[in-house]
Nanobody
Framework: QVQLVESGGGLVQPGGSLRLSCQAF????????PGWHRQVPGKERELVAR???????DYGEDVKDRFRIYRDDVQKMVHLQMTDLRPDDTGIYYC?????????WGQGIQVTVSS
């Protein structure tokens, strides 16, 4: 059964950094296209970043100069390195993977940016 497990969230001060990780199970990871979305209070769920199986990266406008997505095809993981975090980055971050015609979601992980 396909499963995604996120880790790495938590509380960080403005200007700080965090790295989120998503571990995939029961996928041929080399053909999966993973990414991260977030649910910020008062807004709809939005794209943060995604990476294709060929390594092409796309970012949301608010994060493209601060966040970086990268994948580890050996470990079947995708990571999101977040830097220069701001209070409006606070929200629940979801790992999302397109795989064999279906979309799969992780359970979500909280990121809080506050002093």
């Amino acid at each position: 059964q396909v499963q995604l497990v996120e880790s790495g969230g938590g509380l960080v001060q403005p200007g700080g950094s965090l790295r989120l990780s998503c571990q995939a199970f029961e996928m041929i990871w080399s053909i999966a296209e993973p990414g991260w979305h977030r649910q910020v209070p008062g807004k709809e769920r939005e794209l943060v970043a995604r990476i294709t199986n060929l390594g092409r990266e796309d970012y949301g406008e608010d994060v493209k100069d601060r966040f970086r997505i990268y994948r580890d095809d050996v470990q079947k993981m995708v990571h999101l390195q977040m830097t220069d975090l701001r209070p409006d980055d606070t929200g629940i971050y979801y790992c999302r993977v397109w795989y064999q015609g279906s979309v799969h979601w992780g359970q979500g992980i909280q990121v809080t940016v506050s002093s």
